[in-house]
T-cell receptor, first 111, second 114 residues
Framework: KQEVTQIPAALSVPEGENLVLNCSFT??????LQWFRQDPGKGLTSLLL?????REQTSGRLNASLDKSSGRSTLYIAASQPGDSATYLC??????????FGQGTTLQVKP | EAGVAQSPRYKIIEKRQSVAFWCNPI?????LYWYQQILGQGPKLLIQ????????DSQLPKDRFSAERLKGVDSTLKIQPAKLEDSAVYLC????????????FGPGTRLTVL
């Protein structure tokens, strides 16, 4: 049974810092891995999707890496801003499309 | 392109009452998902439809939850009777098809059971 774990559960950093969010999963047989952002009271916004054959994806200040063999992914946020404050969710996708989510990391970036 | 629509956005009911949520997926998307997100946790899949057929409902509490997707477009999720532990955000998502296609999420319905 696939399990996804995110560490840390919460993180508070001053504005401008670079930071790394971690995600681990127990079964390496995945189609892809996706990072989402969730603002309070809102739905999920997709940030980056990494196919199982890829090692990383970049979008602006965000970079996500995938090491399928070790069951790990990281989301790197460069030069953090207060607007980056949100909960970040990692999810892995199996062959039916079902997403298995981690519990999320709540990020606060202080001005 | 319009996104996934859900209604209502918020609902407060007392335990043992019934409630229904509605989802309209992105036009043309064949696959529709309902997720339950309890506060402080990641979303958990309740049910997955491919057109109007059920693909996966293994985590749906079938004694109280039901869902349908008539004509393979809109979907409704019902809880009857509700329990305190059903308080959560119910998220609907859709994708072009099964498998690795990206899912697009609606804003969710926040349910509070008193």
């Amino acid at each position: 049974k696939q399990e996804v774990t995110q560490i840390p559960a919460a993180l508070s950093v001053p504005e401008g810092e670079n930071l790394v969010l971690n995600c681990s999963f127990t079964d390496s047989a995945i189609y892809n891995l996706q990072w989402f952002r969730q603002d309070p009271g809102k739905g999920l916004t997709s940030l980056l999707l990494i196919q199982s054959s890829q090692r990383e994806q970049t979008s602006g200040r965000l970079n996500a890496s995938l090491d399928k063999s070790s069951g790990r992914s990281t989301l790197y946020i460069a030069a953090s801003q207060p607007g980056d404050s949100a909960t970040y969710l990692c999810a892995v996708r199996g062959n039916t499309g079902k997403l298995i989510f981690g519990q999320g990391t709540t990020l606060q970036v202080k001005p | 392109e319009a996104g996934v629509a859900q209604s209502p956005r918020y609902k407060i009911i007392e335990k043992r009452q019934s409630v229904a949520f509605w989802c309209n997926p992105i036009s043309g998307h064949a696959t529709l998902y309902w997720y339950q997100q309890i506060l402080g946790q990641g979303p958990k899949l309740l049910i997955q439809f491919q057109n109007n057929g059920v693909v996966d409902d293994s985590q749906l509490p079938k004694d109280r939850f039901s869902a349908e997707r008539l004509k393979g477009v809109d979907s409704t999720l019902k809880i009857q009777p509700a329990k305190l532990e059903d308080s959560a955000v119910y998220l609907c998502a859709s994708s072009w098809r099964e498998g690795p296609d990206e899912q697009f999420f609606g804003p969710g319905t926040r349910l509070t059971v008193l």
